[in-house]
């Protein structure tokens, strides 16, 4: 089946550190690919997603490429805050319009 | 307009007693999502319902769980008698479809504790 596997976390940087965080898919079609935020204490919510092979998605300074050839979509920014804190989850769904899929989620701490 | 709520935010109770999870979904959202969070197993879907149909209900992990949707504004998820293994944060989520092109809303979420 449809899987989506992260990095282990938890990831801890210093602000204005670069953020990488892997995430790689297993589909039979052509997924729609999705990040996902969930703050302290709080619901997820979306943060940036992709449709395509090669779009890419971004929002409050993260973006992520979907790359077909390598499976992955992984998420990044340039320069974290302490904002930033926060349970990062990759996610895919299917073609058919089938219900998202979720890794378990990489924790990130920014420390000041 | 109010996102999803999700009552009661915590619940702490003894094994063996029932438990029953509410959720109100965004207004003319179609699809409703049952998620449970472990630490272990992560975010996994339990049950979805489309304009209160239950679709798959794969994920429920036994026949001591239970989910309904009466009309397209409630819906409750129950567990009876509770274990201490069900202890977790359940989510309630809605949107519009079931995820492809659309975006899932989810609640704060109803952390479940069982002694």
């Known amino acids: 089946g449809d899987s989506v596997t992260q990095m282990e976390g938890p990831v801890t940087l210093s602000e204005e550190a670069f953020l990488t965080i892997n995430c790689t898919y297993t589909?039979?079609?052509?997924?729609?690919l999705f990040w996902y935020v969930q703050y302290p204490g709080e619901g997820l919510q979306l943060l940036l997603k992709?449709?395509?092979?090669?779009d890419k998605g971004s929002n409050k300074g993260f973006e992520a490429t979907y790359r077909k050839e390598t499976t992955s979509f992984h998420l990044e920014k340039g320069s974290v805050q302490v904002s930033d804190s926060a349970v990062y989850f990759c996610?895919?769904?299917?073609?058919?319009?089938?219900?998202?899929?979720f890794g378990k989620g990489t924790r990130l701490s920014v420390i000041a | 307009d109010a996102g999803v709520i999700q009552s009661p935010r915590h619940e702490v109770t003894e094994m063996g007693q029932e438990v029953t999870l509410r959720c109100k979904p965004i207004?003319?959202?179609?699809?409703l999502f049952w998620y449970r969070q472990t630490m272990m197993r992560g975010l996994e879907l339990l049950i979805y319902?489309?304009?209160?149909?239950?679709?798959?209900d794969s994920g429920m992990p036994e026949d001591r769980f239970s989910a309904k949707m009466p009309n397209a504004s409630f819906s409750t998820l129950k567990i009876q008698p509770s274990e201490p293994r069900d202890s977790a944060v359940y989510f309630c989520?809605?949107?519009?479809?079931?995820?492809?092109?659309?975006?899932?809303?989810f609640g704060e979420g109803s952390r479940l504790t069982v002694l």
């Open positions: 589909a039979t079609g052509y997924p729609s």
């Open positions: 992709a449709t395509k092979a090669d």
């Open positions: 319902f489309n304009n209160n149909v239950p679709i798959d």
């Open positions: 989520a809605s949107s519009r479809d079931r995820g492809r092109t659309g975006e899932l809303f």
């Open positions: 996610a895919l769904s299917e073609a058919g319009n089938t219900p998202l899929v």
């Open positions: 207004s003319g959202h179609d699809y």
